[in-house]
RNA sequence: GGGCGAGUGGCGGAACGGCAGACGCGCCGGCUUUAGGAGCCGGUGUCGCAAGACGUGCGAGUUCGAAUCUCGCCUCGCCCACCA
């Protein structure tokens, strides 16, 4: 059986990635391959990657985030892009603070230490980083343009200072942003803690003046999961707020919000959130030391314990009324704190027959539940609230409004209270303002100082950066660490140049990475925070790769940058990203994230070593989708390995078997040989010709599939095409065609397709094969339409959906021809028994399904 | 509780509504080797000697034809979570 095809023999040359990888990534830095070049004429590409933290080491999962982009990014460039792929590190933040307090190392140090560790490791994976443009955020050269940026929202009104309850972590001592607060129980996102709320005064934002312009992803091709959690977390709501008297001398009228005003007639109470400005005034004698107590508690409460209370729904009356708008009708007032302060009003109508919270609060304190709206079947559930909303149910017992449907009942009350000067339709947001003020030291100080005469006032340009002083006391006691620095706090006012006091909070690091895509633009410009003109070239990012749990953080920060920085003239377009693609997220081998305290990190350098940065970049990319990521599980990386090993042995098997042209190729085609047709038989000679055929067409045939499975982030499947090719390959060599034109074409081609995953063996063995430096440099190859389709094809037979049989045509065979060959098979006719087919199916080029009359 | 996504061989995973399991791992057999390893060749969904039958979490449906579309259920993952 084996005596046809001997064994392949072995590579003269053992493939042993050590021997060159390194050489090929000193000769890459040294001629500077990877720069781009901002006056270069070509179409621009910017392929952006999320930088990531310092925090010490490069681990697997740096490796399968930066690959993926960095084979687009590679392969973008054989096209003919002029593509810009930069990288840097988002090096403020709590761990080195963190580490100080803990080894007592400086965070400067401890910053520099690992950024330069990182940069190595960064190095040896081969990616096309172009470092000429690498910037890190904790540089004075670049905090100083984070804190000038600060100083632009401030003077448009888009940073401020308020007083505020705020998500406080009583572990890192510091204060969160609202999406920095996770979980049902409300935990720190960085340690974990269970966060509390205290009263700050605190530096924020305005993010929620581009509430509605972050809603619309018109201009974006982002992955829809994103696009939905950024909607759901700005939580645009339509409804009405609507006016409810009370009865209580110099007290204005209380306004709800509520998203179905078509309910109104059913409103039996009002409930104002604990926090309400006026639950002091409307409190009754009788009432005060009950509602006090009430209050008390709610604010005393952490999130997780107003959590445990969930079902609860508990209140205290305060002894006021109010009067429903429409029925005239005194409701009591209460207090609870399922009505959150922060949220639409502060205040709401109890509609308890609409909605289930109202219906648990009235079931509980015995509140009168009227049914106002009813299905279209019109009868009112009984023991439960009515919530569903849809277009045909009808108003009852709603007086003028009685019979209407529901959405039309939302117009006309709405309509009729706003004519009354009592109402006004309203939307409502979840969203708040982004809270930026952190009291930390690793952070890039808040340009800003107090003066006793003029209050607030920014740091003059020309006098940043605020640098941050190196002797200061780390130790977490809840204010921020630069308190302890006599010489930092002395400022004198902008205004009056009278004595003023530094403000000493740090921004949170998202202001940092909010803008450091357009850094890489021009990073070395020291004028300004970028140069218009690079920008407008480079910018918008083209494609952004990186990890989906920054939906609603980063995310969504960068673009309500892009668009602020738009409106004070500063950028000429809407949108930092135009695509985003998410790589999944590789999990240790026990499935659960990696972590240094489970013990289940892995350490790529220790792969690298045994088998080179080629085939740990392709057995990344092989594991599976790369937006699924998955348990980390190094039992294939061997098949990964022996794949490179046969690419090395086809790409330099040059020689032995049948010298034949091509046809339509020139004999002194790369690898061509001169026609010898007169020394081989004619039989043997229609076998080599149709092997000739059989490879091109899996050389074509690859060119189109890899490079429309790169785009397209297909990783694994452009790996295993690739494989299919180096099978071909092999099975050519078998056949004796190693030394003609077709093999040498599908080599270089299998190297040139290769070359974006596994940048360093491509580069050798096309150097090996005495091609032009460098393979990275080399125009993408176009595949001949007529050779991707294959000179024969095996077409399926079904009879009623079933296969069996199969036959053997040319693409081009007519249907009719088709059909008749179907019928004519044995297989089909042992099934139809004689009977004639009711009905053939044929999908041109897939199948031919035979439908008998009893199918 | 709400939203989104995913369930396919022993394993990772392929498959525009059209041959289920590409490619690889593992395993079995062979060649080579003093041996081991490496390399190479062949086989490998399940049941069955075979013919064949059965197979994509479970149950229905649409269709000539469903892993793929629809509905219901189960399991797992992620996000949000008293948002009026």
């Known amino acids: 059986m084996t005596t046809e095809n001997p064994a392949r023999p072995a590579p003269a040359e053992r493939f042993d990635p050590r021997t060159y990888e390194s050489r090929w990534r000193e000769r890459w830095a040294a001629d500077d391959l990877y720069r781009a070049d901002d006056a270069d004429p070509r179409e621009k590409h910017y392929l952006l990657t999320m930088y990531p933290y310092p925090s010490g080491d490069l681990h697997i999962g740096h490796w399968y985030a930066a690959t993926g982009p960095d084979i687009v990014a590679r392969m973008r460039r054989m096209q003919g892009f002029n593509v810009m792929f930069p990288m840097g590190f988002d090096s403020f933040g709590l761990p080195a603070e963190n580490a100080a307090i803990d080894r007592g190392a400086h965070p400067m140090e401890w910053t520099q230490t690992n950024v330069d560790r990182m940069r190595e490791q960064f190095r040896s994976m081969g ?11 904790s540089d004075p050269s670049y905090y100083r343009w984070t804190q000038w940026l600060f100083v632009q929202f401030f003077k448009a009104g888009l940073a401020y200072r308020a007083m505020a309850p705020v998500d406080w972590c009583p572990k890192d001592q510091v204060t969160l942003a609202r999406e920095q607060v996770e979980g049902a129980d409300r935990h720190c996102w960085r340690c974990g803690t269970p966060v509390i709320k205290r009263d700050l005064e605190q530096w924020f ?24 959690m950024q909607t759901n977390w700005i939580g645009r709501s339509e409804g009405a707020e609507i006016d409810f008297a009370v009865e209580a001398d110099g007290v204005a009228p209380i306004r709800v ?35 006090a107590s009430y209050t008390a508690a709610a604010r005393r409460e952490t999130e997780i314990e107003r959590m445990s209370a969930e079902r609860e ?26 009505v959150l302060p922060g949220y639409g009003t502060g205040a709401i109508m109890g509609v308890p027959a609409h909605d289930e919270r109202d219906f648990a609060f009235a ?112 130790a977490p006691t809840g204010v921020s660490p630069l308190q302890s620095n006599e010489e930092f706090l002395a400022a004198s006012c902008p205004v009056c140049a009278g004595p003023a006091r530094r403000e000493t909070d740090t921004m949170d690091t998202f ?26 070239h480079w910018m918008p990012v083209d494609l952004y790769t990186g990890g989906a749990e920054h939906a609603v953080l980063h995310l969504m920060y960068a673009r309500f940058f892009v668009k602020a920085l738009r409106d004070m003239g500063l950028l000429p377009f809407d949108e930092p990203f135009l695509a985003l693609r998410n790589q999944g997220q590789i999990l240790g081998a026990d499935h659960q994230r ?59 098997a040059t020689t032995g078997g049948h010298p034949r042209p091509i046809p339509g190729m020139p004999a002194d085609a790369p690898g061509g040989f001169p026609p010898s047709a007169g020394e081989v038989p004619g039989q043997e000679m229609a076998a080599i010709e149709g092997g000739i055929r059989a490879l091109r067409h899996a050389t074509h045939l690859a060119i189109k599939e890899v490079g429309e499975d790169y785009a397209a982030f297909h990783f694994n499947t452009a790996l295993s095409k690739l494989m299919g090719l180096t099978n071909a390959l092999g099975d050519a060599r078998d056949a004796g065609l190693a030394g003609t034109a077709a093999y040498a074409e599908g080599v270089d081609t299998l190297l040139l397709l290769l070359a974006p995953m596994a940048p360093h063996v491509t580069e050798e063995l096309w150097a090996r094969r005495g091609r032009a430096y460098s393979i990275h440099q080399q125009a993408w190859p176009d595949f001949e339409p007529a050779l991707v389709v294959a000179d024969m094809i095996e077409l399926p037979v079904q009879v009623d959906g079933k296969l069996r049989d199969r036959l053997l045509v040319a693409p081009d065979t007519s249907p009719q021809e088709i059909e008749r060959l179907a ?13 004639t087919p009711r009905t053939v199916v044929q999908i041109p080029g897939r199948l031919v399904n035979v439908v008998t009359p009893g199918g």
């Open 127 to 137: 990616c096309m980083f172009d470092w000429s443009r690498e910037v890190v955020t």
């Open 205 to 228: 934002f305005r993010t929620t003046r581009y509430a509605d312009e972050l809603l619309d992803f018109s201009q974006i091709d982002w992955p829809e999961p994103i696009r939905l």
């Open 257 to 291: 919000f509520t998203t179905r005003p078509d309910t109104i007639f059913g409103a039996t109470f009002m409930v104002l959130a604990p926090e309400h400005a006026a639950v002091a005034a409307l409190t009754t004698p009788a009432r005060a030391a009950e509602v």
């Open 313 to 338: 729904r508990a209140g205290v009356f305060i002894g006021a009324y109010a009067v429903n708008p429409m029925t005239e009708e005194r409701i009591p007032i209460w207090i609870a704190d399922y």
């Open 363 to 474: 079931t509980r304190y015995d509140l009168p539940i009227r049914y106002v709206v009813l299905p279209p079947g019109g009868t009112a559930p009984e023991g439960e609230a009515f919530v569903a909303h849809t277009a045909d149910e009808v108003l009852v017992d709603s007086g003028a409004f009685t019979g209407m449907t529901a959405s039309d009942g939302i117009a006309a009350i709405t309509e009729e209270l706003a004519e009354r000067g009592q109402g006004s339709s309203a939307i409502t947001y979840k969203i708040r303002d982004w809270l930026v003020s952190r009291q930390r030291y690793w952070g890039a100080p808040i340009p800003i100082v107090y003066c006793p005469e003029h209050g607030a006032q920014p740091v003059p340009e020309d006098m940043l950066p605020v640098l941050l002083p190196f002797d200061v006391d780390f």
């Open 511 to 536: 202001v940092d990475s909010s803008w450091y895509f357009l850094r890489y633009c021009s990073p070395k410009e020291d004028g300004f925070a970028w140069d218009p003109v690079t920008v407008r």
């Open 594 to 652: 990696m972590s240094k305290s489970r013990g289940n990190v892995v350490n790529p350098d220790d792969l690298t070593g045994r088998f080179g940065s080629d085939t740990v970049r392709c057995f990344l990319m092989f594991i599976g989708p790369w937006d699924q990521g998955g348990p980390w599980n190094p039992s294939s990386i061997e098949g990964v390995h022996r794949f490179l090993g046969r690419v090395w042995a086809a790409a330099q």
């Open 823 to 835: 019928l004519a098979s044995e297989r089909v006719q042992a099934y139809l028994k004689g009977r």
